[in-house]
């Protein structure tokens, strides 16, 4: 006998684990390109910033 997963159209709440961790790889990917574009404005705004010893820029 063959299970499937389905969906609860009611409430869109992913049922099988497959989608849960997919949900979470997204909402992962979703943060970290979040954060890229608040650094890259930050960098755009201030300049490099590092610990270098060369640089010594902070």
């Not at 990917?29 to 608040?38: T, V």
């Amino acid at each position: 006998m063959k299970t499937t997963a389905m969906k609860n159209t009611h409430s869109g709440q992913p049922t099988s684990h497959g989608e849960r961790c997919m949900n979470a790889e997204a909402q992962k990917q979703q943060h970290d390109k979040e954060f890229m574009q608040a650094m890259n404005e930050l960098v755009e705004k201030y300049g490099a910033f590092t610990d270098d010893d060369f640089f010594k820029v902070i």
